[in-house]
T-cell receptor, first 114, second 114 residues
C-alpha cells in the first residue's frame, strides 16, 4: 500500500457520460498529480495541485477538470466521455511542489468507455 | 521541448544484467527518475539522480547519467524474474511559470526469462 488511495478501481460507462475519480494523497503530502496512461499515448501528465491551488497543467482536455479540496483530497472530473478516454488514470502525491519531487503513485482507476 | 524516449522492450535471462536506456531533450532537467510498474499496479519509485551527478548505485541498481548526451541508463545486476515489469524514465522540468512537471518516457517492458 503506497498510501495514495484512488477510487473507484474500475469504472465502466458509456460515451457522453460524466465520471468523477477520487484521490486521497499520502499523509503529509500537499501536492497531487493526475496522469493518464493509455496504450497508445503512454503516461501523460494532466494536472498538478499544491495545497488547493493549481500549479501545473499538462495535456488535459477541456472536457476534463480537477480540483483539490481543503482536506487535500482531489477529484478528476471527466465529462462528455469518448471511447478514446478509456485509460488508466493515476493519482500521485508528493510533499512539495518542486525540487526532488518524489511522487508516490496510487494503484490507479481504470476507466472503460463503451 | 519536453521529450523522453525509451526502447519499448528488453528481454534478458535470469541472472544476467539488464540495461535500460533513456534519452531526454530538456537540458534544464534537474532530477531524473526511474519508476517500476508491475502488472495491475501503480508506479513505484526505484531511484533518482540529481543532474549534477554522473552515477548512483543502490544495491543491484546502478544509474548512469551522461548529461552531455542527455542519456540516462538503469542497470539491474543479477536480474530476477521478479524484476519483470515496465520501467519508466522520467525527468523534472521547470516551466515558464516556475512550476515543475514530471515527464515520463513511454516505458520499457523488461521480460526476464528463467
Amino acid at each position: 500500500d503506497s498510501g495514495v488511495t484512488q477510487t473507484p478501481k474500475h469504472l465502466i460507462t458509456a460515451t457522453g457520460q460524466r465520471v468523477t475519480l477520487r484521490c486521497s494523497p499520502r499523509s503529509g503530502d500537499l501536492s497531487v498529480y493526475w496522469y493518464q496512461q493509455s496504450l497508445d499515448q503512454g503516461l501523460q501528465f494532466l494536472i498538478q495541485y499544491y495545497n488547493g491551488e493549481e500549479r501545473a497543467k499538462g495535456n488535459i482536455l477541456e472536457r476534463f477538470s480537477a480540483q483539490q479540496f481543503p482536506d487535500l483530497h482531489s477529484e478528476l472530473n471527466l465529462s462528455s466521455l469518448e471511447l478514446g478516454d478509456s485509460a488508466l488514470y493515476f493519482c500521485a502525491s508528493s510533499e512539495a511542489a518542486r525540487g526532488a519531487n518524489v511522487l508516490t503513485f496510487g494503484a490507479g482507476s481504470r476507466l472503460t468507455v463503451l | 521541448g519536453e521529450d523522453v524516449e525509451q526502447s519499448l522492450f528488453l528481454s534478458v535471462r535470469e541472472g544476467d544484467s539488464s540495461v535500460i536506456n533513456c534519452t531526454y531533450t530538456d537540458s534544464s532537467s534537474t532530477y531524473l527518475y526511474w519508476y517500476k510498474q508491475e502488472p495491475g499496479a501503480g508506479l513505484q519509485l526505484l531511484t533518482y539522480i540529481f543532474s549534477n551527478m554522473d552515477m548512483k548505485q543502490d544495491q543491484r541498481l546502478t544509474v548512469l547519467l551522461n548529461k552531455k548526451d542527455k542519456h540516462l541508463s538503469l542497470r539491474i545486476a543479477d536480474t530476477q524474474t521478479g524484476d519483470s515489469a515496465i520501467y519508466f524514465c522520467a525527468e523534472v522540468t521547470p516551466s515558464m511559470d516556475s512550476s515543475y512537471k514530471l515527464i515520463f518516457g513511454s516505458g520499457t517492458r523488461l521480460l526476464v526469462r528463467p
